[in-house]
T-cell receptor
Framework: NAGVTQTPKFRILKIGQSMTLQCTQDMNHNYMYWYRQDPGMGLKLIYYSVGAGITDKGEVPNGYNVSRSTTEDFPLRLELAAPSQTSVYFC?????????????FGSGTRLTVV | AQSVTQLDSQVPVFEEAPVELRCNYS??????LFWYVQYPNQGLQLLLKYLSGSTLVKGINGFEAEFNKSQTSFHLRKPSVHISDTAEYFC??????????FGTGTSLTVIP
């Protein structure tokens, strides 16, 4: 059982470049989330989805886009990378609302924008 | 508004000694509280959660936490730590909808 899989694990981008962070889960979870983790800071919610075709903004959505065409996949898109987006990105999923079940996290993508 | 404050950014403790990691929260909705652990270069793993009922919650790896409504706290404790407990620990509170708010983390270092 792979759980939540994120790719790539590491990436260096130049300012203005774009990229997609991939996230796949094999637990048939309806809820999926993207967080960023900055040094010395807690996790901040970027976007989340409660099911295929449904997405919503979190606390820090600016500069990002998401889509949810299938239950399994929840990619995060950076269109014009900026140094402020240097961070560690975590994808997570939960069976229903995370209130009762908590999250299952992926191992993260470490992104550096130079 | 919901928020979580972890009062200690770093906690060094000797092996086999007890440890307490502090967490205070504010929430305007029903209180659901979680502790997560993050080992180096890994994602977060759920340690324990409080949803309702008994205020003393037991989790994995010998950790426990006590929900104190009057002090708005949810401190994490372990009576005897091991080297393998060295990690970052995050407290989280449920916000509105499906959003969770995480604290800034406490780095626990167990000294041999």
């Amino acid at each position: 059982n792979a759980g939540v899989t994120q790719t790539p694990k590491f990436r260096i981008l130049k300012i203005g470049q774009s990229m997609t962070l991939q996230c796949t889960q094999d637990m048939n979870h309806n809820y999926m989330y993207w967080y960023r983790q900055d040094p010395g800071m807690g996790l901040k919610l970027i976007y989340y989805s409660v099911g295929a075709g449904i997405t919503d903004k979190g606390e820090v959505p600016n500069g990002y886009n998401v889509s949810r065409s299938t239950t399994e996949d929840f990619p995060l898109r950076l269109e014009l990378a900026a140094p402020s987006q240097t961070s560690v990105y975590f994808c997570a999923s939960s069976e229903k609302g995370a209130s009762n079940y908590g999250y299952t996290f992926g191992s993260g993508t470490r992104l550096t924008v130079v | 508004a919901q928020s979580v404050t972890q009062l200690d950014s770093q906690v060094p403790v000797f092996e086999e000694a007890p440890v307490e990691l502090r967490c205070n929260y504010s929430s305007s909705v029903s209180v659901y509280l979680f502790w997560y652990v993050q080992y180096p270069n890994q994602g977060l793993q759920l340690l324990l959660k409080y949803l309702s009922g008994s205020t003393l919650v037991k989790g994995i790896n010998g950790f426990e936490a006590e929900f104190n409504k009057s002090q708005t706290s949810f401190h994490l404790r372990k009576p005897s730590v091991h080297i393998s407990d060295t990690a970052e620990y995050f407290c989280a509170v449920r916000g509105t909808g499906n959003q969770f708010y995480f604290g800034t983390g406490t780095s626990l270092t167990v000294i041999p």
